[in-house]
């Protein structure tokens, strides 16, 4: 209802670009999408060479360091993580500070927020060693406050990290084993999760990666950005919709509804209804990671005895979508979101940790992205303009 071209002359030249649909913020040497041929490479390499031949430790390394490290690179990064692994124990009293039916998204962005308090001494966004050292702590504390948020939200105890084990499996330990029962790796399950992780480590310059960046333009330091991303991450419309999909798959199945009937109100947008794992501002394609959790569902669901029936429903939604005018007209393709919380539940996360686990995946991504822009001379704090919609100048009344 607002004349744009009249409030610009308000204001003087500037771009109004809700959503910033075209505004690039950043220059980046990190991530490439080509978002109309469903293209996605982390430092050059692309992500199916990645999903196919990397780890997650490894990937992480790449997106941080830019390029893959040697062996033992790769072992001295896996090293100085697991010598970080273990939280301040007045961090982990942190934990019952919430109701117990607390989402743990909130309580990881306010842990790694608290971070900031209990290690002072790698806060300087300007000193190359501090920096590192922060690096290191998220890199290795993250997926222990994750599993402990998930612990305290089923109220079982928080066991001390084994590090003996990498990143990822000592993750799978602390999120299932118990106390008393020596907890028995699945390589299978361990591999699985690997490859989500990968395949969520970075994407550009998306919501919580633009959060930490905005944050950390101020020179915040590491953890308060990264918490700031970890709450933008929270939203159904990003990172949540992992766990929005699972929940729709499952309204369809217990409603005994047909997927027809489905993308019919979808389509009508009756109530706000999106199909949700649908649609992505870059990808007017395939979503290539998409592509890779597709082609692996069957597989690893075949292997951890998922819900087929609701498999079944996602890939019957899909064969509508890519038909119907809607989709095609809108260039609406599935995104990475659609299939994986498919298989984090046949891992036995509950579903409110699937976008913790997406968190997991995209810190080496929101350290990269930080540490690039610290490093960049081009930066700037950032401080967009508006346009101004609202009364002119009135007096204050007199009484
Ligand atoms: N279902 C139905 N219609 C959709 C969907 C969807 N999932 N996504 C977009 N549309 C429609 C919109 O209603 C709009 O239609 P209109 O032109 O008739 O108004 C058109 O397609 C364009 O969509 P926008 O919302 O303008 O696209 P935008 O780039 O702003 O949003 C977003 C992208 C937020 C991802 C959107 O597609 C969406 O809400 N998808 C569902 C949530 C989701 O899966 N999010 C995960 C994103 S990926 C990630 O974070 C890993």
């Known amino acids: ?19 910033f649909m075209n505004t690039a913020a950043t220059t980046s040497a990190i991530t490439y999408i080509d978002g109309d041929a469903g293209i996605l490479r982390y430092r050059g390499y692309p992500i199916e060479q990645l999903a196919k031949h990397s780890s997650f430790l ?43 039916d607390a989402h743990p998204m909130p309580v990881l962005s306010s842990a790694v927020s608290a971070l900031s308090t209990f290690y002072q001494d790698s806060l300087d966004p300007f000193d190359e060693e501090q920096v590192e050292l922060s690096t ?11 599993a402990y948020a998930h612990k305290k939200s089923i109220g079982q105890p928080m066991l001390y990290p084994d590090n003996s084990m990498n990143l990822v499996e000592n993750f799978m330990r602390l999120s299932f084993g118990l106390p008393a029962e020596p907890y028995e790796l699945d390589p299978k399950l361990v591999k699985a999760l690997d490859l989500l992780l990968i395949l969520h480590a970075d994407h550009e310059q998306n919501c919580s990666t633009s ?30 919709a992992n766990e929005a999909v699972l929940n729709m798959l499952r309204d369809i199945q ?31 394609n395939y979503d290539p990671r998409a592509k890779i959790v597709k082609a692996t569902a069957h597989e690893i669901l075949a292997d951890l005895g998922g819900n087929d029936e609701l498999l079944d429903i996602a890939m019957r939604l899909e064969e509508k979508a890519l038909a119907d005018d809607y989709f095609i007209e809108r260039k609406l393709y599935p995104n990475v979101d659609f299939y994986t919380g498919l298989i984090y539940k046949a891992m036995g996360f509950p579903e409110k940790m699937f976008t913790v686990l997406f968190a997991i995946g995209r810190l080496p991504g929101w350290i990269a992205q930080w540490r690039e822009m610290m490093q960049d001379p081009q930066t700037k704090i950032g401080r967009p303009r508006q346009l101004y919609t609202g009364l002119p100048e009135r007096n204050y009344p007199e009484r």
Do not use: C, W
């Open 254 to 284: 217990s409603t005994g509804m047909a997927p027809e009937d489905f993308m019919e109100k979808v389509k009508n947008k009756e109530d706000g209804v999106k199909l949700m794992g649908f649609g992505h501002r870059v990808y007017k």
């Open 58 to 100: 490894e990937t992480s390394y790449l997106l941080i360091y830019g390029n893959l490290p040697t062996p033992a690179e790769l072992d001295s990064f896996d090293q100085r993580i697991r010598r970080h692994t273990l939280l301040h124990e007045d961090l982990k009293g942190f934990f019952g500070g919430f109701p117990r």
């Open 136 to 146: 290191v702590r998220l890199m290795a504390k993250l997926p222990v406050i994750a």
């Open 1 to 19: 209802g607002f004349d744009v071209s009249k409030l610009l002359k308000q204001t003087g030249t500037v771009t109004f670009d809700p959503g």
């Open 211 to 240: 959060t930490v960046r905005l944050v950390g333009s101020s020179n915040a330091n590491m953890f308060a950005s990264i918490s700031a991303g970890i709450s933008a991450l929270f939203g159904p419309l990003h990172g949540g």
